[in-house]
């Protein structure tokens, strides 16, 4: 697995519950861009219409050399998942309220993939919480570090 981009920011403003990878449907151009590795995640998320799931807003840049014709940079792009998978995230997002977000993409053999995460959003409270238990591991790791 070749890794292109990873979402960063999720992992600090949401809680990871599920991660589910998924195919998504792009035109040649738009593989040929990511192979470049001119994607960028940071704000995109994935929402449920009519029994299908779409990525808003991942912006793709354009491919240089791609001709006259070139598609919109933050068009909808559909998730390709095995329908019991969808129904069940669906019924996930719309019961718990909880969020589709893209948490990484990356190739699978020629296949370009999206790892996609149920979360759920955290309070600023949460984060510094967090951000105090990392630190305090941290230093605990580096005192043992030290008596060795």
């Not at 998924?22 to 994607?39: N, P």
């Not at 219409?49 to 050399?65: C, K, M, Q, W």
């Amino acid at each position: 697995m070749k890794s292109i981009a990873q979402n960063r920011k999720a992992y600090h403003n949401y809680e990871i519950l599920e991660k589910v990878e998924a195919g998504i449907a792009l035109t040649g151009s738009e593989v040929k861009s990511i192979r470049a590795g001119r994607v960028n995640l940071s704000d995109s998320y994935a929402q449920c219409t009519d029994g299908e799931i779409f990525v808003n807003s991942l912006h793709i840049s354009a491919y240089e050399r791609g001709g006259f014709y070139s598609p919109d940079p933050y068009r909808k792009r559909k998730l390709l998942l095995q329908k019991n998978q969808i129904i069940r995230l669906c019924n996930e997002v719309e019961r718990k309220h909880l969020t589709l977000i893209p948490l990484a993409i990356y190739f699978k053999k020629q296949w370009v993939k999206v790892e996609i995460g149920l979360c759920r959003g955290r309070k600023s409270f949460d984060k510094r919480h967090k951000i105090a238990e990392e630190e305090s591991k941290r230093r605990i790791s580096q005192l043992f570090g030290r008596r060795r």
